[in-house]
């Protein structure tokens, strides 16, 4: 018996246990109050799906009002409307929760070999506040909208007829705040007081670095939006001059203050995307990853550099030439823990045993689409350049390609990657990488062709346009609705997995870290028995036992209780 697995030695043959986490209690109930990171994870899966279909819908809706340059089907009010609603949905309930809150929570324990997080009743409470902000930005929509952008700046905020749906904006956002930083302490803790005997930080998987650096821009960058949105809500409420110009306040604070959080936000969104990217690398790879603290410790100079970097975003607000200078000399800074996570990847697929699995076809396209989007960050980082740029589709595309198709690209990759474990059951393979391929094809059509409008003088937030962009449009649109069917591709056969899938072996990938040591699904406890703690990229010590049985732990590991590799 090892990890919890009963086998057959004769024919391979895997018994699935007939009680894990999803039937170890029933009813609604016990998953609205349970305590287990895992129930907990699934529960915050489903609502950053949630989110990023409401974001999804609201994209596709505005593409397709941007298949010709005058009214399609949304007036000017309504698409500023729609473009508001993607934008804060995507960013505030997909791109930064998503990985941390529902593969990190499920992961993180498991990968520590522990039970669960240090401190499950506040995970719990993170997760009721996050459901609090959905619910918030879901009254706002049916209140009639919000068009100030989702940045909220002033003074675009400052219309009497909107007040309240900006009240509940302004709330949502605080109360999600709290959610996040809640989350980045439970796992910091999780990290340094359950952190298994024999695992050092060294021994430690790249996902558990990233999400140790992601929870440190948490709880400290995090706060400043919260403090921000709080006196923007007392501002409105009371017409006490803060930030708006009519009652004596100073817009541009407002955007100081915002982007001071919101740039190290965008590696609370990317962080994590990189740590999933390792393990899957790694794993589809068999290879060791290479330079594995370069790149651990590479998370933490992100997490660092993010913080003195927010005023590239403000090169035209009337700054000083200085702090121009000194912004733009940081962006080029905070580019080279980026490449040294790059130029390790590459390198661990070097002479690797690549196996082109859903997961690593999302891999590779990450190290594309992160790839592009982080060179094209280089000439928004150059003054000169970022003047002409500034406020164009070159801006959409730059953003969408670093945020929106890393983090999606990663999302779904991880979700393919842990779905046997978290829910005992594989997806069809075949659909999965169609609608990896489709993805990917997706995205570079959508954005590809908005680079070269931007360029051009395109300005971005435009309902309509010079008839000059349509043909940019018309392709951009096109690839939004490729990578609109890429997303219900998924969403269906992942569904149809939990009902007709095969049942899904302890390890199908081969891959070393401790998660896979427990069963598919795992028991409520994580591990039936102690897993043996080893190099998260050990993977010599496992062999195949067949393509229905995946791999278990090799015979001399489990009786000697060592991995048979070295230290790396």
Known sequence: MAGGIVEKPASGEVIHPKVHYLNASKGLKSWLVTLDHKRIAIMYLVAVSVALLLGGFWAVLLRTELLGPRDMIL????????????????????????????????ILPMQLGAKDLALPRVNLMSWYLYVIGL????????????????????????????????????????????????????????????????????????FLWALYATSLIQVLATPVVGLTLGLSLVEHMFKIGIFLPQYGGDPVMYQHFFWFYSHPAVYIMVLPAM????????????????????????????????????????????????AGIIFSLLTFFVAIPSAIKVFNWVATL??????????????LSFIYLFGIGGLTGLFLASIATNVHLHDTYFIIAHFHM???????????????????????????????????????????????????AGTRG????YAN?????????????????????????????????????????????????????????????????????????????????????GYRLKREVVETGKSLSKVH
Do not use: C
């Open 458 to 461: 395109m300005p971005r937030r």
């Open 465 to 549: 346009y010079l008839d000059e962009f349509t043909i940019f449009h018309q392709i951009s649109t096109i690839g939004a609705y490729i990578l609109g069917a890429a997303v219900v591709l998924q969403a269906g056969y992942l569904i149809h997995s939990l009902f007709k899938g095969k049942k899904a072996p302890p390890n199908p990938w081969g891959a070393a870290s401790l998660e896979w040591q427990s069963t598919s699904p795992p028991d409520f406890h994580n591990f039936t028995e102690k897993p043996i703690v080893m190099g998260a990229y050990d993977f010599e010590n496992w062999e195949l036992v067949s393509e229905d049985a």
């Open 135 to 206: 619910v918030f930005f879901l009254a706002v929509l049916f209140l009639g909208g919000l068009d100030t952008g989702w940045t909220l700046y002033p003074p675009y905020s400052s219309g009497r007829d909107i007040q309240w749906n900006l009240i509940l904006s302004y709330s949502a956002v605080f109360i999600l705040g709290f959610s996040s930083i809640l989350t980045g302490l439970n796992f910091i803790a999780t990290m340094h007081k359950l952190r298994p005997k024999g695992m050092s930080m060294y021994h430690m998987p790249l």
């Open 75 to 106: 007036s000017n009010d309504w698409y500023n409307r729609a473009f508001t609603l993607h934008g804060a949905v995507m960013v505030f309930l997909f791109i930064i929760p998503g990985i941390p809150a529902s593969l990190g929570n499920f």
């Open 350 to 363: 070097y002479k690797g045993s690549i196996d082109f699995k859903s997961p690593m076809i999302y891999a």
């Open 275 to 322: 740590g999933v990217q390792s393990e899957v690398i790694a794993t589809f790879s068999r290879k060791h990853v290479f330079g594995y603290k370069a790149i651990g410790w590479s998370s933490i100079a992100i997490a660092a550099i993010g913080f003195i970097v927010w005023g590239h975003h403000m090169f035209v607000s009337g700054q000083s030439p200085t």
């Open 402 to 452: 670093v945020m929106v198709g890393s983090v999606l690209t990663a999302f779904l990759g991880g979700v393919h990657y842990w779905w046997p474990k978290m829910t005992g059951r594989m997806y069809n393979e075949t659909l999965g990488r169609i609608a990896a391929v489709m993805v990917f094809i997706g995205f570079n059509v959508t954005f590809m062709p908005q680079f070269v």
